[in-house]
């Protein structure tokens, strides 16, 4: 039968197109009306805009953590497509556009801000092995914090330090306030309630809705550091579920409360680590560890052995 006498027979709302197959069909007769159709159509689905310009794969994406947005413009050179040099005229021309655009792309100072701490966010997600999704968190509230004005008059560092902690905090990633000042050389008590003072001020003024880390996801971090066994991290785990059961883990930190866990685990395995040791990796105070230590043994009765 005749294409277009099959397109007669079916009413037009009626003809419906299989991506899969790439053909057309009639839903009412199940005749194939057209066949081997090429689409040009997304073969992913996007119900946000977001999700669309993640999954666009038409150029790079747009990326928080870049300059503009990972979106720039550039002029080309003196030469044509075929590597053939202008004359003299096209050259003088080519010079002014040039001069003209940088003259027009002059950054604004919060352009060389956010420039300068989105290199700072790169540069500590790289050394931190921070996962993409923080940083592109971090470069995002960094953008807001600059707009909104909360950047004035407080140091570059600082604000970078606070909003890599925020987007740690926001995507569950274990990661303390020490180990990211540590690489920005904010090793002082004063620089540090800094950070602290400017990561209340960002969940303040941004309404950023930070979820309670699990100590389970510290425990991982410790006990590999330590090069303890797998065993070890088992036994720590139970002592967390066990201890939050008993209602030790409300209002506690929880590298606080996985320190004491760890230390509390290798101790019951044979497996001696002083309290400073585990201090150190979990990025808490001896003192933060003893007190939680106590406190678990007290109320689960695991065994007291001091260092």
């Known amino acids: 039968m005749d294409e277009n006498q099959g397109?007669?027979?079916?009413?037009?709302?009626?003809?419906?197109?299989?991506?899969?197959?790439?053909?057309?069909?009639?839903l009412e007769t199940g005749e194939v009306l057209e066949d081997q159709i090429i689409g040009d159509e997304a073969e992913w689905r996007a119900y946000t805009p977001d999700e669309k310009s993640r999954?666009?794969?038409?150029?790079?994406?747009i990326s928080f953590s870049k300059p503009n947005m990972g979106i720039d413009v550039y002029m080309g050179?003196?030469?044509?497509?075929?590597?053939?040099?202008?004359?003299?005229?096209?050259?003088?021309?080519?010079?002014?556009?040039?001069?003209?655009?940088?003259m027009g792309r002059a950054l604004s100072s919060l352009e060389k801000n956010i420039?300068?701490?989105?290199?700072?966010?790169?540069?500590?997600?790289?050394?931190?092995?921070?996962?993409?999704?923080v940083k592109e968190e971090a470069a995002r509230l960094y953008r807001e914090a600059a707009s909104k004005g909360l950047t004035r008059g407080r140091s570059i560092e600082s604000m970078v330090a606070a909003t890599l902690y925020a987007a740690c905090r926001k995507h569950k990633y274990p990661c303390t306030l020490d180990e990211i000042a540590k690489f920005l050389k904010m090793r002082d008590a004063p620089a540090k309630r800094e950070v602290a003072r400017n990561y209340r001020l960002l969940v303040r003024n941004l309404g950023i809705e930070i979820p309670v880390i699990e100590p389970e996801r510290f425990v991982y971090r410790i006990a590999s550091a330590l090069d303890l066994p797998d065993y070890v991290v088992v036994e720590a785990i139970k002592i967390v579920n066990m201890a939050r059961k008993?209602?030790?883990?409300?209002?506690?930190?929880?590298?606080?409360?996985?320190?004491?866990?760890?230390?509390?685990?290798?101790?019951?395995?044979?497996?001696?680590?002083?309290?400073?040791?585990?201090?150190?990796?979990?990025?808490?105070?001896?003192?933060?560890?003893?007190?939680?230590?106590?406190?678990i043994d007290k109320v689960l009765g695991l065994g007291r052995i001091e260092d």
């Open 115 to 133: 420039n300068q701490a989105l290199r700072l966010i790169d540069d500590i997600s790289a050394k931190l092995e921070l996962p993409f999704a």
């Open 7 to 26: 397109n007669q027979k079916c009413p037009p709302d009626k003809i419906v197109y299989d991506p899969q197959l790439g053909v057309r069909v009639c």
């Open 55 to 61: 999954r666009t794969r038409v150029g790079s994406p």
């Open 77 to 102: 050179g003196y030469q044509e497509g075929s590597r053939k040099v202008r004359g003299l005229s096209k050259r003088i021309e080519n010079i002014r556009l040039q001069r003209s655009f940088r």
């Open 246 to 295: 008993k209602g030790l883990t409300a209002g506690k930190d929880p590298s606080g409360l996985a320190a004491a866990a760890v230390y509390l685990a290798a101790l019951k395995h044979g497996l001696r680590k002083t309290q400073k040791e585990v201090a150190q990796v979990a990025g808490v105070t001896e003192v933060t560890v003893r007190n939680r230590y106590k406190e």
